[in-house]
């Protein structure tokens, strides 16, 4: 997402076409869920036993081609 607009300094130029982003503010979020769906990225798995959540050490993350 284009942030932080820089804006020519001539006070005639229209700021709407004249801006110009010198950043990028990057997000993400982060979902529990049963079952991933196919836009998801599984990067762990959590296990609840005995009344409390674990991470599952027997779970292999899938290895993403870039």
Not at 30 to 39: C, K, Q, R, S, V
Not at 58 to 66: D, E, Q
């Amino acid at each position: 997402m284009p942030s932080d607009p820089r804006i020519a300094n001539d006070p005639q130029a229209d700021p709407q076409e004249e801006a110009s982003f010198s950043r990028i503010t990057e997000t993400f979020s982060a979902t529990l869920a049963p079952n991933p769906d196919d836009t998801a990225i599984a990067l762990a798995r959590l296990t609840f036993s005995r009344g409390r959540w674990a991470l599952d050490r027997k779970f292999k993350a899938a290895k993403v081609r870039v």
